[in-house]
């Protein structure tokens, strides 16, 4: 339990350390039903407009090649040495695009995070989470290693 300025004391609902400061967020007590929903419609608004909305956008532009399997294992991707890449092998992003896309994201979360008191930057959340509701239910991970994906750093 931490002590605010008046000397009360308060739980804490989350607490989480980045780059060695303690934040912690404070949440009067709700129902765990309430809790678990806020938390879902926030993480698919942050979703679709920090992530879905950014430069990932570019990314997923495009033609798809067409499959015939189902799996793309018969597609093929011939480069400019004449080298022939099956699908599943070739990067479909490059270091810089990744870099671009990562500061784009991130630009976009701390903008969230900065600007959404405000009532006009509000509104553009409302507008998003109309949408966002459609999208699946998350899930909870497991364990943090589950948030490393697919490559460990």
Request: charged share 30%; hydrophobic share 40%.
């Amino acid at each position: 339990m931490a002590i605010d300025a008046a000397g009360r004391g308060k739980p804490w609902s989350a607490t989480f350390v980045v780059s060695g400061h303690d934040f912690r967020c404070y949440a009067p007590t709700m129902p765990k039903d309430d809790d678990d929903r806020i938390a879902a419609e926030l993480a698919k608004v942050v979703a679709m407009m920090c992530v879905r909305n950014s430069k990932l956008e570019n990314i997923h532009a495009g033609r798809v090649p067409i499959t015939r399997t189902g799996d793309y294992s018969d597609v093929f991707v011939l480069d400019a040495e004449g080298r022939r890449i099956p699908w599943a092998e070739v990067s479909h992003i490059d270091d810089t695009q990744m870099r671009e896309l990562m500061k784009d994201i991130v630009n976009r979360l701390y903008t969230f995070q900065m600007r959404s008191g405000e009532p006009e930057f509000q509104a553009w959340i409302d507008r998003w989470a109309r949408i966002a509701a459609k999208w699946d239910e998350p899930e909870l991970l497991r364990s943090p290693c589950d948030l490393d994906g697919v490559r460990s750093p």
